[in-house]
């Protein structure tokens, strides 16, 4: 009898009414406050704070003045970003490429262009290696010192002594005037940042290239395409899908970088900042004001990459 009792399942008792409307009051109730854990917190607050200097802006002399102070190094900002930022991916390209494809022992037999070949690519893989390496090891303002202060330099006055006499003689015109360049100036600092990207984006092109599947590249190369037509017709399309959402970081973080110009001297807008606060003592205003056009300029840009990613996952599927 006793383990008849056990078997039975213990039934529960019957909720009325009331209690099963405030069961489910009680669960809208956990629903309503669930929601407030996975609100964006940051963006509301950066929102709030935006809005504010927005107001400060339109209703306050000192903050209407440094904006219209700062706003005149925007669009210097995003030329430099998006200038350096192109020959970037030229130079990341270029070397990804060459250190996907680390050099193998040599074969017993091969002929002598192909050994010269092998000695020539191997020689370019340690070069490639070599400036990536030491681009990602140093931060990108020493890098940027030694362009203005050392690299531009020794270039210009080489171009001055060596090339510059070489063409007045053959053109017989020695009134060619020589190269004026100061090394503290937006080419400089264009060239500086495209080669510090440049290490940086070859590890994603790199990554990129070699996470395609090694058959379809074997296969390709046993119907007679050349690697140049592997590359652009099998390889590429599958690497950029996955190169695009850090690609799109590495410029969000460029548009950063583009501070550290302000060392050679460029009137970018932490440079106009610098400027304005040292004349005005009014510190906390103008970088208030510097923090709220970079955060406008990198936020929408973290929004633009979020939709690619979400375009990209959905078109995947």
């Not at 529960?12 to 669930?34: H, I, T």
């Not at 140049?228 to 460029?254: E, H, K, W």
């Amino acid at each position: 009898m006793a383990s008849l009792m056990q078997d039975q399942p213990i039934q529960e008792k019957p909720k009325n009414d009331f209690e099963e409307v405030e069961e489910q009051s009680r669960k809208r109730l956990a629903g309503r406050f669930a929601r407030l854990y996975t609100a964006p917190w940051w963006l509301i607050t950066l929102v709030i704070v935006w809005i504010y200097l927005i107001v400060q802006i339109t209703n306050s002399l000192d903050y209407s003045r440094i904006f219209a102070e700062l706003s005149e190094g925007i669009s210097l900002t995003l030329t430099l970003s998006l200038s350096a930022y192109v020959l970037a991916l030229v130079v990341g390209l270029l070397c990804g490429v060459v250190r996907a494809n680390p050099p193998k022992p040599p074969e017993h037999g091969m002929r002598f262009d192909q050994v010269v070949g092998h000695i020539l690519h191997t020689l370019l893989y340690n070069a490639v290696t070599l400036y990536v390496e030491f681009m990602r090891g140093i931060p990108p303002l020493v890098f940027l010192l030694i362009s203005g202060f050392i690299l531009v330099p020794a270039l210009r006055d080489a171009i001055n002594t060596s090339i510059l006499p070489m063409l007045r003689t053959m053109l017989n015109n020695p009134e060619i005037p020589e190269l004026v360049w100061r090394g503290r100036d937006n080419a400089t600092a264009i060239a500086g940042l495209s080669l510090i990207y440049g290490a940086f984006l070859s590890e994603v092109f790199r990554a990129g290239i070699q996470s395609v599947d090694k058959g379809q590249i074997e296969a390709a190369k046993s119907l007679g395409m050349s690697y140049y037509q592997v590359l652009r017709y099998i390889v590429i399309p599958q690497a950029v899908r996955r190169m695009l959402p850090p690609l799109g970081n590495d410029f969000i973080s460029m548009i950063k970088d583009t501070s550290l110009v302000t060392i050679l001297g460029i009137n970018d807008i932490t440079q106009l900042a610098r400027k304005w606060s040292g004349s005005t003592f009014l510190y906390v205003e103008t970088y208030a004001v510097l923090s709220m056009i970079y955060l406008t300029l990198t936020i929408t840009g973290s929004m633009l990459v979020q939709l690619m990613e979400r375009y990209l996952r959905r078109n995947e599927r």
